[in-house]
């Protein structure tokens, strides 16, 4: 009776979803918000949650090593923070965010930036540090408002595609450092983007 009361809520809050709409806020009003850390009560209370932070216990149950794949169902989530866990890949559901502004998953495994981050429209902040990233694929471009990319210490990373980054016009900060990025890329993103502060 129990899983299916959880079921339930979930359905009923996917169906919920739906409707709903969500004003950006600055990040002042953003920082304003609960940060709630219990997923349950997280989707209990699905339309108040603006800010979401996930953390292993440690010990006997371990780091965070999976996002539920109905986060969707948080339709105003726009800050999310998971931070050394142990992340390799992201639910689909996650680049239906629409709204998400901030996302930090740095001190993960992901290999790769998953395919749903680049439907994340309204992304001004991510932080990417300290996984094990293996490339940056060209649809990086799509991220149009982002502001701030963390790249660094990802120590197998070699490569950026220059063009897409140049894409990215509203950039004010990249860092690449800790990583096998050459010169020579780097000095080509610069040329394209020259007011973007870059660090490698």
């Known amino acids: 009776m129990r899983q299916f009361l959880v079921v339930f809520s979930i359905l009923f809050i996917s169906l919920n979803a739906f409707g709903q709409d969500s004003t950006l806020l600055s990040e002042e009003a953003l920082m304003k918000k609960p940060l709630y850390s219990d997923m349950m009560k997280a989707f209990r209370e699905y339309d108040k949650v603006y800010r979401l932070s996930l953390k292993g216990s440690g010990g006997f149950y371990g780091k965070v090593d999976a996002i539920h794949p109905r986060i969707d ?6 800050y999310f923070y998971v931070v050394n ?16 502004q901030q996302l930090y998953l740095s001190g993960n495994k992901l290999k790769n930036i998953p395919d749903t981050l680049y439907t994340l429209k309204n992304l001004k902040r991510l932080d990417l540090r300290a996984n094990q990233l293996l490339r940056v694929a060209p649809e990086i471009a799509q991220l149009t408002q982002l502001e701030f990319l963390y790249l660094n210490d990802n120590p197998q990373l070699d490569f950026l595609p220059a063009e897409s980054i140049g894409k990215l016009k509203n950039l004010k900060y990249l860092n690449v450092k800790g990583t096998k990025i050459n ?3 780097m000095e080509a993103i610069k040329k394209l983007l020259p007011k973007t502060q870059i660090e490698y």
């Open 73 to 78: 169902s948080l339709v105003n989530l726009q």
């Open 85 to 100: 866990e142990d992340l390799k890949d992201l639910p689909k559901g996650l680049g239906r965010l629409k709204n998400l």
């Open 183 to 185: 010169r020579n890329q």
